[in-house]
C-alpha cells in the first residue's frame, strides 16, 4: 500500500510540476493545482470504535475574484474542486472516494502568508459499514476548515490546515446519523 501510494504521489507531483507556473490570467481562471494528505480521527457515536483516516486529495482552484466584483480585493474568493480517495484504518479498513466542491477564501496577513477558510460539499463513497450509517454505500462529505498557506515563492506554496469532516447521506436512507472527524491536512500547490 505504501509503495503504490508513493507511486501515486510521484506521477501527480510531475504532472503538476509540468504546467507552466508563470502565466497570469485575467478573469475566471485557475490559479493553484495542489495535492494533500493528513490524518483524520473522531469516534463512531454508537460503538466504541475510533475512525481513522488519512485524506489525499487533488486541489484544482479557480479564482472567482472577477465573478464576485472583487478585483481589487487584496483576498482571493476560490472554486476549488478536490477529488480524494481516503483509505480508512478503522473502525475496519475501507476507503472514502469522491469530489468535493469548496469555496475558500484566502486573505493575506503577511507579505507570503495568507488565512485560509474553506467550506465544502459534495458526493462520496463510503467502502465500510456502520450503525452510524448502515450498509456502505453513496454519502456526502462535508468539510469546513481553517488554515494558512504559506508562499514558497511566486509559483508555489504550502497550506496547513484544520478541518471538520461530517459524513452523510442527507436522509437518502435508513440510519442517517452522520460521522464526524477531525483532520489535519497538509497540501503543496502550485500557485498561477
Given amino acids: ?5 508513493f507511486h501515486v504521489l510521484s506521477v501527480l507531483m510531475l504532472v503538476l510540476m509540468s504546467f507552466p507556473s508563470h502565466v497570469k490570467a485575467e478573469g ?9 494528505s493528513g490524518y483524520a480521527w473522531g469516534h463512531m457515536k454508537f460503538t466504541d470504535a475510533t475512525n481513522k483516516v488519512m485524506p489525499i486529495f487533488v486541489r484544482v482552484g479557480f479564482d472567482m475574484n472577477s465573478v464576485f466584483g472583487m478585483q481589487e480585493s487584496k483576498g482571493t474568493l476560490q472554486l476549488a474542486l478536490e477529488p480524494f480517495c481516503n483509505p480508512v484504518f478503522e ?5 472514502e472516494t469522491g469530489l468535493n466542491v469548496f ?31 448502515g450498509d456502505g ?16 515563492s511566486d509559483h508555489d506554496a504550502l497550506t496547513l490546515g484544520y478541518r471538520f469532516r461530517h ?22 500547490s502550485l500557485l498561477y
Avoid: W
Fill in 167 to 188: 459524513i452523510s447521506n442527507a436522509g437518502t436512507s435508513q440510519p442517517n446519523r452522520g460521522i464526524n472527524t477531525n483532520a489535519l491536512v497538509l497540501s503543496y
Fill in 28 to 36: 475566471v481562471h485557475v490559479d493553484e493545482i495542489g495535492f494533500g
Fill in 91 to 95: 473502525p475496519e479498513s475501507g476507503v
Fill in 103 to 133: 469555496f475558500r477564501y484566502l486573505h493575506p496577513i503577511a507579505p507570503s502568508v495568507k488565512v485560509v477558510a474553506e467550506v465544502g460539499s459534495g458526493p462520496m463513497y463510503l467502502s465500510i459499514d456502520s450503525a452510524e450509517q
Fill in 137 to 152: 454505500g453513496f454519502n456526502f462529505l462535508n468539510q469546513f476548515g481553517l488554515g494558512a498557506r504559506f508562499d514558497l
Fill in 1 to 5: 500500500m505504501k509503495k503504490q501510494l
